[in-house]
């Protein structure tokens, strides 16, 4: 294990459809190519409607060097699903998976949250990406559900990221939280002129963030209408 910082991204792709209404996953993967992270969790990584084909086709992503997490999806032969309730996650050949998980959600909408034990160069690691709702009191319940699951998992280093659609305070999710500490805000959102800070990370007490913020070098102002977020992990001492 090394205290050297590890980059993990997160990026709600938008389907890959920019602020210009063109579907251009050759300029999303341009984005997440410029991250220069090992691992980047995925929102929004496949089209709405079943059976939810991927947005971002797996051949394109496979061709730049990343490799998919497996969480049940059908393969690129049959152009199914990148993820898992549109979260997915994209790996540097550096990473090794050991198991993933599934975490359902409650809410109004259907949502899901999706889990990777991972082996990195700063350790083990487990990486839980989600895409929470729009109403708090479903956000807080979903963290809740999140934070229950991994309760009844072995103790392991956490990262938690994702759209965590919350305009406000990360204060108001503290309480659903508890056992990670959410770093503080990078406004995200709209990915134009960015006031909001909808996509963060929750650490566990073993890691750290060296520096964490939102990327906005061309194309991402017009990929999305998030823009990509990163943070450099490391053990604590």
């Not at 409607?49 to 490799?67: I, T």
Request: charged content about 25%.
């Amino acid at each position: 294990m090394t205290s050297i910082p590890f980059r993990v991204a997160s990026y709600n792709l938008q389907k890959c459809v920019g602020l210009d209404l063109r579907r251009r996953p050759d300029r999303s993967l341009t984005v997440i190519e410029a991250l220069d992270a090992q691992i980047v969790i995925l929102q929004e990584a496949d089209k709405r409607l079943p059976p939810r084909p991927a947005a971002l086709p797996h051949e394109m992503a496979e061709a730049q060097g990343w490799r998919i997490a497996g969480f049940g999806q059908q393969g690129s032969a049959g152009g199914g699903s990148l993820g898992w309730h549109g979260n997915a996650m994209l790996l540097r050949d550096s990473i090794g998976l050991e198991v993933t998980h599934h975490i359902e959600l409650p809410g109004l909408e259907p949502r899901g949250a999706i889990c990777a034990d991972l082996d990195t160069p700063i350790g083990p690691l487990r990486v839980v990406g989600a895409h929470l709702g729009l109403i708090r009191r479903y956000r807080l319940m979903q963290l809740q559900a999140i934070m229950r699951f991994l309760r009844k998992l072995p103790e392991r280093p956490t990262v938690l990221a994702g759209d965590f659609n919350e305009w406000g305070s990360a204060r108001a999710l503290d309480v659903a939280t508890h056992g990670l500490d959410i770093l503080p805000e990078r406004p995200s959102f709209p990915a134009p002129r960015p006031v909001a800070a909808l996509d963060r990370f929750a650490l566990s007490p073993e890691l750290e963030a060296s520096g964490h913020g939102a990327y906005s070098g061309r194309p991402a102002r017009m990929a999305s209408d998030h823009l990509p977020v990163w943070a450099d992990l490391r053990l604590k001492r």
